[in-house]
């Protein structure tokens, strides 16, 4: 290990960041003050296993410097690389991976502005620019345009993050502590002084006016709260919903509430079955992955709970980053103690003892009510050593990732969690086998798991009965776009497109929809017959995905739209693979040549795009430049774009 360290030093104000999440240092290779009574102090560093086990604490540790400063100074990831034994190289490659760090000064206030498809079409462009001028270069406050931030139903939406002292966790679990501190004076090394005298602050504007983007960017403490969730479902309240039916009706901060409203059934009967039980129901009530690869989900805790290494681990996937989705987000706002029961039947069948939620760095609503529900079901023995009094050990902690699209795929979410950039892995091994720390891993979305309370209190033929064999049981949609009602519906397996556009009320002068986010594809207004479930959107030739339906009217530039899709993957190609790396930035390019040409003045740079699509779908590691190409070649295909 190659551990070469610069001369810069952290300020009072970075060592107290780091300090909070780690403990004080031990020794003076680890910063603390020398005495000079012994020598030997200044060269014992951690090493070997005791190393390694620290080492996902990165993550943490940058997130505790960027909430607290703003930004990561060179002296101040040297100190955390010292801390954790980490070679600063490596470490600046993983900070410089996340769009939501920055290795250069900028202001401590921070206006995220989504750009991506459906607030694009909401005029963010607009918005991002008259929020700029509005602001300028005095304001102290950056304007950053970037992806999807989950908030679609209420596009356009904008996200401000305030650097500044908070007691909010850097992640959840014994091994951290609060980052909060005491903070003293800056040297004068002209770096801005944060942390002590400013409280970070988060604040959610969507959907955002100049004027209201303005006043939350100056002073996010004092935003107006964020909508209910359950503005979020038009159904909410209907007794007919299985999976959204506490959003709106019981109060999510209350455990108590959710109790009254069925809450912990389901843990209570998944006890009563036992392991091999639990994983029958599941198996046999047909449920597959509602992430998008529809794996079936009984086959994957089957071959975990079968694996003889321990221990297991269970990661609960809530880095929903496709663009267009949002449904994740809904569910763990507005009904947050399910997720947690659900991680903790998962865990319970699978035969793991600790979970891992990894939640998107966006949704701050999203963290404060899960830690909140974690800490709650903690303190009544719903988690910890002994959970509802049945010998079974289980505690889950929250790793809050940082923007990175491609952390969405499960090895690469698993290499973020480490410490490392979140690359995928080459496959096999696969997760089941050596995912987590090298060990059995079984690893779903919010959706999966929430879905298996219903299995477990209604039954697995009961279960199976709703939707259609070969998909069975109630599936969220996160509807945006051209639609008067956006929102999550729940509807069984089998619903029609149209019947949901209906529901939605879908406008006139409907021009497409994109199914399944930027990695989806596009059908025409006369497709609306499709089947909404997983054969039926296959056999048709498109894909249902993670459940995303964005609807687009005849006022959408398609080849513009087309061109942020490109846009889109160029930059969360992780850049691991040459077919991705290279054909993502060579699809843009493409795309961006022929903006306004149409026939023969377009066709050479169509077969290109042909021609880069399937190098990228044949040749790419994962699914990130295996479908990069979907989207533009459907609506070249199916829509007649460029025609």
Not at 170 to 190: K, L
Not at 410 to 437: C, D, H, M, Q, W
Request: with cysteine; net charge negative.
């Amino acid at each position: 290990m190659d551990l070469r360290f610069g001369d810069s030093e952290p300020t009072d104000e970075e060592r107290a960041a780091v300090d909070a999440l780690l403990g004080p240092p031990e020794s003076s290779w680890e910063g603390a003050a020398r005495d000079g009574t012994d020598a030997a102090d200044l060269r014992w560093a951690r090493g070997g296993r005791e190393a390694r086990d620290r080492r996902d604490l990165l993550l943490p540790g940058l997130h505790a410097l960027n909430d607290r400063i703003g930004w990561i100074s060179e002296g101040a990831l040297d100190y955390l690389c010292r801390r954790l034994t980490v070679p600063p190289a490596q470490a600046y490659g993983v900070a410089t991976f996340y769009a939501m760090f920055s290795v250069r000064p900028r202001p401590a206030t921070v206006f995220h502005v989504c750009t991506d498809l459906a607030c694009t079409a909401a005029g963010a462009t607009d918005l991002s620019t008259d929020v700029e001028a509005r602001l300028g270069p005095e304001s102290g406050v950056r304007v950053e345009r970037g992806p999807c931030l989950g908030l679609c139903e209420r596009a356009p939406a904008a996200l401000v993050i305030r650097a500044g002292d908070s007691a909010r966790p850097a992640c959840e679990g014994g091994a951290v502590q609060a980052v909060r501190g005491s903070g003293g004076a800056a040297p004068g090394d002209g770096k801005e002084r944060r942390g002590r005298d400013t409280p970070r602050a988060t604040a959610v504007c969507a959907p955002a006016t100049p004027d209201a983007a303005v006043r939350a960017a100056t002073a996010p403490e004092n935003a107006p709260a964020e909508p209910a969730p359950a503005l979020a479902v038009p159904q909410a309240g209907d007794p007919a919903l299985t999976l959204l039916e506490r959003v709106g009706t019981a109060d999510p901060t209350s455990l108590d509430d959710y109790r009254a409203h069925g809450g912990y059934t389901a843990l209570r009967r998944a006890f009563a079955l036992g392991p091999a039980g639990v994983i029958r129901e599941v198996t046999d009530a047909g449920l597959v992955g509602r992430g998008g690869a529809a794996f079936p989900t009984g086959r994957k805790w089957q071959a975990t709970a079968a694996q003889p290494d321990h221990p297991h681990y269970l990661v609960c996937n809530a880095d929903e980053s496709e663009p267009g989705t949002f449904k994740d987000r809904v569910l763990m706002e507005g009904d947050p103690y399910a997720l947690v029961e659900a991680m903790t039947i998962a865990a319970y069948a699978t035969g793991a003892h600790k979970g891992y939620l990894y939640l998107r760095g966006e949704y701050p609503r999203a963290l404060t009510r899960l830690t909140h529900a974690i800490a709650q079901a903690r303190n009544r023995g719903l988690l910890g050593d002994d959970v509802l009094g049945q010998g079974y050990a289980f505690d889950i902690e929250i790793r809050r990732g940082a923007g990175a699209y491609i952390c969405g795929e499960e090895t690469a979410l698993f290499n973020s969690i480490e410490g490392y950039r979140g690359e995928p892995r080459s496959k096999p091994p696969f997760p089941v086998e050596k995912g987590l720390f090298g060990k059995p891993t079984v690893e779903n979305n919010v959706e999966t798991l929430v879905n298996v309370l219903p299995i477990l209190t209604m039954g697995a033929p009961a279960y199976a009965a709703i939707g259609t064999a070969a998909s069975t049981g109630p599936k969220l949609y996160c509807v945006s776009g051209s639609v008067d009602r956006p929102g999550v519906y729940e509807l069984p397996f089998g619903a029609t497109l149209g019947e949901l556009l209906t529901l939605a009320q879908v406008r006139a002068g409907l021009r497409a929809v994109l199914l399944g986010g930027a990695a989806g594809g596009f059908v025409r207004p006369d497709e609306l017959d499709i089947p909404l479930t997983f054969e039926g959107t296959r056999q048709a030739g498109t894909t249902l995905g993670s459940g995303v339906v964005m609807a687009f009217d005849d006022t959408v530039p398609l080849p513009r739209l087309l061109l942020r899709i490109a846009e889109f993957f160029r930059d969360e190609s992780c850049g691991q693979c040459v077919p991705c790396r290279v054909g993502t930035v060579r699809q843009e390019e493409a795309l961006r040549r022929i903006a306004d040409r149409t026939g023969a003045a377009a066709a050479g740079d169509v077969d290109l795009l042909r021609e880069v699509g399937r190098a990228m779908r044949d040749a790419s590691i994962c699914g990130l430049g295996q479908t990069a190409w979907n989207a533009v070649e459907s609506a070249i295909d199916r829509l007649g774009a460029y025609e």
